[in-house]
């Protein structure tokens, strides 16, 4: 697994916003970030992020559609606390303007909600199987029983725009298992990044577009770490989150 950029419930910052996240189970990682910097926002006027936390995707993803006329993002997201804690991150970031939180299932906003968005992301659960733990918050941001895959692929199905696009974050096996899931609710694959944290080491997420017209399929890889020292990051993984980061 991906090692977090942050465990603990101090402040995260970024170049031009701060994440607060103590009163919410999951904190900043690695994934939130890869997700934010490498979704796709080009021709992108609403944006939706399904299961938002603390909001730094979304507040990522209004950075980067900058002063895009008319560009909003969404964000939804179950849990109370997680939404009041998003709701300071976005008033707090230089995008407030840009930026709605949702307190809501994403099944239910799926059937109630009549707005179609350009591009829907999500940092989605992913353990299917296993004993639940005792750490019932974090259990339930991470485990598939109050987002199954099927639901989170039926309601973007409905709310996505015809040309737009759907990106997720997911380990190894669980993206290979989404890929196919994702065929049979209409979804083509059309991007996939295979992410290393180093080059000796085996594929740890997949980074997946997927769309609902079949078009050109990509395929990429991007390593983090050229080696052990922590802050020796390769010059792709730099590229992708320099404008996010305070130490690129």
Known sequence: MLKEKSTLNKPFTFKQFKIHQDRCAMKVGTDGVLLGAWSDVSNAQSILDVGTGTGVIAIMLAQKVGNTEGALVHAVEIDEMAVEQAKENMADSPFASKLTVY??????????H????DLVVSNPPFFTGGTLSSNGDKTNVRHTVKLPHGDLLNATREL??????????????????FIEIARTYGFYLTHRSDVRPKQDKGIER??????LTNRTFSHDEL??????????????????????????
């Open 206 to 211: 997949l980074l997946l577009q997927f769309e």
């Open 223 to 248: 390593i983090i770490q050229n080696s052990r020292d922590e802050r020796d990051y390769t010059e792709g993984y730099r590229e992708l989150t320099k404008d996010f980061y305070t130490i690129f």
């Open 160 to 177: 996505l725009n015809k040309n737009g696009r759907f990106c997720v974050i997911l380990p190894l096996i669980e993206g290979l298992r």
């Open 103 to 112: 307190h809501d299932s994403i099944q239910n906003f799926a059937k109630n």
């Open 114 to 117: 009549i707005h179609k968005y």
